[in-house]
């Protein structure tokens, strides 16, 4: 065991990482990781993270655990690298006892990057999430989805021809829940010589329909407060 996690409220449950040394690829052994959650008081243990084939890894890293507000629901960030040296990081989603496993982020491909960070609302029902909009990585964008899956949606806009979400907060308003998120725009000749301005946006989070809930969705657009911006 190399890590361990606490809930921040009671609870009676841990969640521990547990790595150890594989070589199936060619440049050696590599650390893997997985992610395992059991009862303080002593039981067997749960795998929570998700199955993963060993032999076609030559990496995983399992950080950034985090239980949800009504302790039903854990959230990591997985790390891996491949023996094609493809490497990325998801968002994933599982109930405490190993059910219910959802990838959060959009799937990982060769332009598009894994997720920059994430938090988890109040109410433990939707997640918070900054990933590339496309495939080029040049706009990273901050997107909301359910906490048990879904299809990620987009909160930010692009500004420039290259921006990212450096940071942001969820804040509870008279409105709702809103998220205050600073975005920065990077211009200029090229790399190595970019300049950066810096945006502080807030938007409100808009709750996410149901499937057969497309009119809810279509009224929310229509009502919603516009985004606002401070630079």
């Known amino acids: 065991m190399d890590g361990f996690v606490f809930p921040t409220f009671p609870s009676d449950l841990v969640a521990y990482r547990v790595s150890e040394a594989v070589s199936p690829c060619a440049f050696g052994p590599i650390i893997v990781s997985e992610l395992y959650v059991v009862k303080v008081t002593g039981g067997t243990p749960t795998l929570v993270s998700q199955s993963i084939d060993k032999s076609m890894l030559s990496a995983r890293t399992i950080v950034d655990i985090t239980f949800s507000p009504d302790g039903s629901r854990i959230m990591y960030q997985d790390g891996f690298?491949?023996?094609?040296?493809?490497?990325?990081?998801?968002?994933?989603?599982?109930?405490?006892?190993?059910?219910?496993?959802?990838?959060?982020?959009?799937?990982?491909?060769?332009?598009?990057?894994?997720?920059?960070?994430?938090?988890?609302?109040?109410?433990?029902?939707?997640?918070?999430?900054?990933?590339?909009?496309?495939?080029?990585?040049?706009?990273?964008?901050l997107f909301v989805v359910p906490a048990n899956g879904g299809t990620p949606l987009l909160l930010s806009q692009p500004i420039g021809d290259s921006s990212g979400i450096t940071d942001f907060e969820l804040v509870q308003s008279s409105e709702g829940l809103r998220a205050v998120y600073l975005q920065n725009e990077f211009f200029g000749p090229g790399p190595g010589n970019y300049q950066v301005r810096s945006h502080l946006f807030s938007v409100l989070v808009p709750p996410i329909p149901e499937p057969n809930s497309i009119a809810a969705f279509l009224i929310f657009l229509l009502l919603a407060p516009p985004l606002t911006r401070r630079q």
């Open 81 to 141: 690298l491949d023996c094609k040296q493809f490497s990325g990081v998801n968002l994933v989603s599982a109930a405490v006892d190993g059910s219910e496993q959802v990838t959060l982020s959009f799937p990982m491909t060769n332009g598009r990057s894994g997720i920059g960070k994430y938090k988890i609302s109040p109410d433990g029902s939707l997640v918070l999430f900054s990933q590339s909009i496309a495939d080029d990585n040049r706009q990273m964008g």
